[in-house]
């Protein structure tokens, strides 16, 4: 063993939420052994990456030494831990495992990139154990708010690595594996090394509250309700669709799934032997013929998703279901920050049409799906490993985590993306700084964060675009005056006149006073157009636009 | 008074939490003499008005009646109801009424524009009233989060109807005035036809708190932290500057202002005598030899402001001082939805240098400044209107404002940006539709919203920009190939080929296939290129760009 180390490099997630990728490593230092944990997308925004339509980790790293590589695994099928398996498996080329449920949603994805059936391994839950190289590696069931997560056991000649994946302690989930605290002991036992675990709720003081605890607040509120009740929530929550679905039967009223990733879920874990006892739904157009206070919706779009049932439902409607005063709408779920003026903007249209809206307000319709404050110091206590890690966070959920851990004894360090971790010794110390980033799926392109393509967009669109064409003839004399075309920018400004001419004029006026030499000197001409043509733009509508100058050369 | 009404036009805030101005007029239908309520501003964001600097509301209908716009009043200093005054005075040119303090903030806006020293006019409150054709005007005192904020009594001969403009009932407001019941049951006993109310905190269950109830927390956590402690809220908060300050010299620590806005808002209210006591400020130099235990930083960027000293702060420094481990920085306000991004940015840069960050979260270290729900209550209870008309607030609030007193049995209606309301009868009833909207201040333009402009700008950042360019010569023959330029969009694509000359390519075999009547069609030959262009962008990189086509004829 001598001369090797254990490493953790979170090459996504650390630092961020979402698009988790974790890589550990046993060997001689720059010869390790590899394994990846979770491959998750994150999502774009209007601020920083406009247009773009996923975001995933660079894996530029792993992808130069994939020789190295020995198997990926995924936790849990949410998005952020699995949505970027079907992108990203060609540059990889090695197999996933997941369990039965998780393994249904990456085939999915992974179909969608025309990868061989090799591509995915389905796997048993502890107490199986696969073999890579120097690594043991067993998935232990843990309660989280989609079936089937799971954490990691890996054992590796360095000691045992526990990784959490995404959890809370639920001990009635509703669907799927309630915590196992047994489970969890178990395999502590002989001693951890190291905990990696979830961070994202170490702000909230309270510990967690079980799925099931929502189920008389649902029942009671659907019962009350004398118009239609629509109920929103995260697809992959098949728990919470179950609870909204019985205390929808139990009050009544029959159920239609609404929007593509509901219907497939229901399916997907139907399939998967996951969930059962699911009442029969009916199709949209069956729905329409059910008095209102006989129905209940289960939708999709409680980010406020622009495309989603929600946000169709709140316009004109969708598949021909309407709401009307009287109605309520339910956000079974918490607006992910960011995503709060969108799901505002649905809620005033509903309010328009006299929809009345329940939302998490109070944790009455909605409980979180990941371990609170003392829920985490609970796994510490179970866990008692040598070092904690704190991963799937921002800093300063990473920072907080970590300070937690060391006020109850334990050695910690505080890891992002692109650092890698020596976990060999008695504390976790930096091994090595790694270049790391942002991939952009943009139209059906990848892009790197850093190309520039979306730094223009984001110029375009806080400056607006001005074009100048000019043509040269052979002579090298300009064959009339530059030529002025603008998108997204006033029509008229200062002085009243239209920009495109007043910027027209003072480049005729440019043009008038240069120099032969200037009209050879592409550069050059180019430079003092763009100028000139900003500096008018500025004085006339306060604002430089970016420039295209395009000059044609008859010779 | 047969033949006369009573109506109630909001322009802004009705409907939104933003822009406030509210319109009120008495006379023969069409004849009305008018008054005005605030004027504000609302911020733009990336999603919906890229580059816009100021969003203002759209007042071309009181401009087209200006003849019969009596006067301005304004109810206190917050930029979403004032702000707009000095862009907007030249259009209206009417007088503006407010007290000292609001006057001061109003008077530095106008002086910005230009505006004669007549354009504003310094009033008492109450028991002051102010004759303006059929209305008389009372300034009634209120408690808000800035000093000096009033509700207005407006009577007029269909009866007294009271505005309450932005408010709580904060008995310990710690500057400025506090909620004075006496005064409110005062001016409702000859009996209150309408209250037009405060909305934004329909949905807090709980009755606020007052200001003063924060500081003992605030010193206790000032005393316990060992190193430089900062603070941000809102500038315009000048009693939670106070309360922060008084925390500061109690726990031994000097005070130093950072931020234009903060030095500004203590100045003038120093100046006009509201503010006391305020304990003394060194500036930014002096507080560099300070022990960080001895110091406090008072600072603006509380809502994640890209250039305010708190983000500033978060990154390199503010006027040499520099944040490191130890450090404490105190969010004392509530993020705006849609500025979460901003702040959270900020927060994870502050957890980066080992900052402590303490935030709102239970309402320890900020209460509202808004009136909650039972506070609301308590207001409809004093006032005890014939109607209750919701302002200031979404739609969401606004009809959850109308349903509350509906329960208490008040007639209400929820009227939002465009409604003429006509109060004079037993119940309020639309009178009118009136076309409303939003105008932009784009650098230093004024534009409307529905120009296209900013929609331009919407598009190129989510499909980049692609220019085409060709000369047609004196004989309608085209000079060379197509020439494509683009601009946020990626390199290359599909076939690997650069974007540029797979475009290029495609539009020189449209060239070759084109005929003459079509090199002679100017709107035909634009159609054909661009059309071109977009289907092989979507073909190779997955997108549609915005196109420009600029043909140079030579003839």
Redesign the interface.
């Known amino acids: 063993m001598s001369g090797e180390r254990l490493i953790y490099l979170p090459l996504g997630g650390a ?1 961020e939420i979402g698009m988790n990728a974790y890589v550990y490593g046993y060997g001689k230092p720059g010869q390790e052994r590899l394994i990846l944990v979770d491959l998750g997308v994150t999502f774009p ?3 920083t990456t ?2 773009v339509d996923l975001i995933m980790p660079d894996i530029s790293w792993l992808e130069e030494r994939k020789d190295r590589l020995e198997a990926i695994f995924v936790t849990h099928a949410h998005e952020d831990h699995v949505g970027a398996v079907g992108h990203l498996y060609d540059r990889l080329r090695t197999p996933i495992y997941a369990r039965k449920f998780t393994a249904a949603i990456a085939r999915h994805k992974l179909d969608e990139h025309g990868a061989p059936e090799s591509a995915l391994v389905e796997v048993q839950a502890w107490p199986q154990q696969l073999e890579f190289g120097p690594f043991k590696i067993g998935f232990l069931p843990i309660s989280h708010s989609i079936p089937e997560s799971s954490g990691l056991c890996i054992d590796t000649p360095a000691g045992r690595v526990l990784h959490t994946g995404d959890f809370k302690i639920d001990a009635s989930p509703v669907v799927g594996e309630a915590f196992d605290r047994g489970l969890w002991e178990e395999v502590s036992k002989p001693g951890v090394k190291a905990l990696i675990c979830d961070s994202t709720n170490v ?1 909230s003081p309270e510990p967690g509250r079980s799925e099931a605890t929502l189920q008389p607040a649902l029942e009671e509120m659907m019962s009350k309700s004398t118009g239609l009740v629509v109920a929103t929530t995260f697809a992959s929550n098949v728990a919470r669709l179950k609870t909204l679905a019985i205390a929808a039967q139990r009050s009544g009223r029959t159920i239609c799934l609404l929007g593509r990733a509901m219907r497939r879920m229901v399916e997907t874990a139907t399939e998967t032997g996951l969930l059962t006892g699911f009442p029969k739904t009916v199709g949209p157009e069956e729905a329409t013929g059910i008095p209102r206070d006989n129905l209940m919706l289960l939708v999709t779009g409680s980010q406020g998703e622009r495309r989603a049932a929600s946000a169709q439902l709140a316009q004109n409607g969708y598949l021909g279901l309407k709401l009307q005063e009287g109605d309520t709408f339910l956000f079974s779920s918490r607006t992910i ?2 995503n ?2 969108g799901v ?1 903007k649905i ?2 249209q ?3 049409k ?1 929809v009345d ?1 329940l939302d998490d ?1 109070g944790g009455r319709y909605h409980v979180s799906g990941h371990a609170n404050r003392p829920d985490l110091q609970m796994m510490h206590f179970i866990t008692r490993p040598q070092m904690l890690v704190p991963m799937h966070g ?3 959920h990473l ?1 907080e985590h970590a300070k937690l851990g060391e006020a109850g004894g334990l050695t910690s360090m505080v890891a992002v993306n692109g650092m890698m971790i020596d976990l060999s010794g008695n504390r976790p110390t930096v091994a090595e700084y790694i270049e790391t980033g942002r991939s952009y799926l ?4 990848m ?1 790197g964060a850093m ?1 520039g ?2 730094r ?3 110029r ?6 001005l ?1 100048i ?1 000019l ?1 040269i003839d052979e002579n090298d004399e300009a ?2 005056d530059p ?1 002025v ?1 603008v ?8 002085s009243k006149k239209p920009l495109v001419e007043v910027v027209e004029a003072d480049l005729a006026k440019v043009m008038a006073r240069a120099k032969k030499s200037l009209l050879r000197d592409e550069e050059g001409l180019d430079k003092e157009l763009r100028n000139a043509a900003r500096r008018t733009a500025q004085s006339e ?3 430089k636009p ?1 420039v ?1 100058v ?1 000059v ?1 050369r ?1 010779n």
Chains 1, 2 share one sequence.
Do not use: C, K, Q, Y
């Open positions: 630092g925004d209007m601020d406009p247009g702000f920050p960011g709060e003026r505002i809620m005033n509903l309010s328009e006299g809206i307000e921002e800093h300063r920072r943009d139209g059906s392109v892009i190309d393509v979306v223009d967009r984001i375009m669109a806080l400056n607006g675009h074009t064409t043509i064959l009339g030529w075309e998108m997204g920018l006033p029509e008229t400004g200062r509508v306060g604002r970016e295209e395009i044609s008859l």
